[in-house]
T-cell receptor, first 110, second 116 residues
Framework: EDQVTQSPEALRLQEGESSSLNCSYT??????LFWYRQDPGKGPEFLFT???AGEEKEKERLKATLTKKESFLHITAPKPEDSATYLC???????????FGAGTRLAVHP | GAVVSQHPSWVICKSGTSVKIECRSL??????MFWYRQFPKKSLMLMAT?????????EQGVEKDKFLINHASLTLSTLTVTSAHPEDSSFYIC????????????FGPGTRLTVT
């Protein structure tokens, strides 16, 4: 069964304290892995798509990496405005629906 | 680009009534639209996938007669919650894929439904 597990469930950081969020997945062939940011009461905001192991993508303080079993979202020197829930999702061949993990709730304190 | 809107952003209705939620792609044609449901502090649960002009494909466990989906055009899909009950209260989110790129989904801002 296709499955996505994110850890930790919640993470509290001090401003400037870099860290990584983990997304482990089991899927019968990966078409793509997606990272989204979701603010409370809002829809998910697209961040990155990764398609193959070894691929990396960056956007401001965020960097996403992908291996054959997991993906990491690295946050460098976070700011309070980076506080949000970060969602990981995978897409398997044969259909275009996304399977989401439960998310990591990130809180960055000044 | 790739902006998706939802209307209303929140709605309160009484048990037994029906409520319609609209999802629109504002600056692109959406070949496929998806409807999700999200409970507090939980992830998104896919309810159904709809293609313009076709019947929606519902996920296992989702009642198609209760959650009616219509995808009448390439820019509009609607979700109607029929005979709503308090347990239908949730955050409903739609997403859409851009023609030519079926892999990346762009999400709407969500609709908070409260059934009293």
């Amino acid at each position: 069964e296709d499955q996505v597990t994110q850890s930790p469930e919640a993470l509290r950081l001090q401003e400037g304290e870099s860290s990584s969020l983990n997304c482990s997945y089991t899927v019968s062939g990966l078409r793509g892995l997606f990272w989204y940011r979701q603010d409370p009461g809002k829809g998910p905001e697209f961040l990155f798509t990764l398609y193959s192991a070894g691929e990396e993508k960056e956007k401001e303080r965020l960097k996403a990496t992908l291996t054959k079993k997991e993906s990491f979202l690295h946050i460098t020197a976070p700011k309070p405005e980076d506080s949000a829930t970060y969602l990981c999702a995978v897409q398997a061949p044969g259909y275009n629906k996304l399977i989401f993990g439960a998310g990591t709730r990130l809180a960055v304190h000044p | 680009g790739a902006v998706v809107s939802q209307h209303p952003s929140w709605v309160i209705c009484k048990s037994g009534t029906s409520v319609k939620i609209e999802c629109r792609s504002l600056d692109f044609q959406a070949t496929t639209m998806f409807w999700y449901r999200q409970f507090p502090k939980k992830s998104l649960m896919l309810m159904a996938t709809s293609n313009e002009g076709s019947k929606a494909t519902y996920e296992q466990g989702v009642e198609k007669d209760k959650f009616l989906i219509n995808h009448a055009s390439l820019t509009l899909s609607t979700l109607t919650v029929t005979s709503a009950h308090p347990e239908d209260s949730s955050f409903y989110i739609c997403s859409a894929t851009v023609a030519g790129n079926p892999y990346e989904q762009y999400f709407g801002p969500g609709t908070r439904l409260t059934v009293t």
